[in-house]
């Protein structure tokens, strides 16, 4: 057979031509729509998730504001509503001269450093190295009850043994 003009060899025109289908591109959408779909639910499960297990020290964090806001007033009576019943019991409230009260922390560093320790969460307020309170949940609120320890370079946790947290006055660490 001989080719003539504009014409086509026989084999490309036995060819189906490509049609559009409507499903192919519906799939290929509801595909994109759900891998977003899916991404999205993943996202949010992940924030759920996140919000859930920090609860108690994010509560912890602001027990720890509300008692520096009151250590800095000095406001004894709010320092007492805002300890355990233990620390107030044990530790005597006294002003200190240059501000706040004696044995109080008064600031907490951009930096600082929260976790949870059994039923407690401990907050070192401290860049990397310093005290380490202890704030532990008494009648469904979260309360300061004291220094634990001591936070050193390299993340290492020196705990003071139970008698050095008794309130005497030469245990107490400063902030």
């Known amino acids: 057979m001989t080719v003539k003009g504009n014409s086509k060899p026989s084999n490309q ?3 189906p031509k490509p049609t559009h289908d409507p499903k192919a591109r519906s799939l290929g959408l509801l595909g994109k729509w759900g891998a977003t779909v899916a991404a999205s639910g993943l996202a949010f499960s992940m924030l759920i998730w996140l919000a859930l297990s920090t609860r108690e020290t994010r509560a912890a964090i602001q027990a720890y504001t ?3 806001a009151a250590v800095n007033a000095q406001d004894l009576n709010l320092v007492k509503g805002l300890c ?3 620390f ?3 530790h005597r409230l006294k002003a200190a001269p240059e ?3 004696v044995g109080f922390p008064r600031f907490i560093h951009k930096n600082f450093q929260a976790w949870r320790e059994g039923q407690a969460v401990w907050v070192c307020p401290t ?3 310093g005290p380490i309170y202890q704030f532990i949940q008494e009648a469904g609120v979260w309360k300061y009850d004291g ?3 001591l936070l050193r370079s390299g993340h290492q946790i020196m705990v003071l043994p139970e008698e ?3 309130g005497s006055e030469e245990s107490m660490i400063g902030p």
């Open 66 to 68: 509300r008692l520096t």
């Open 13 to 15: 025109s036995d060819k």
């Open 147 to 149: 220094i634990v320890g």
């Open 99 to 101: 501000g706040g009260l």
């Open 88 to 90: 107030v019991d044990t």
């Open 127 to 129: 860049n990397r190295v």
């Open 84 to 86: 355990t019943q233990r």
């Open 164 to 166: 050095s947290r008794n």
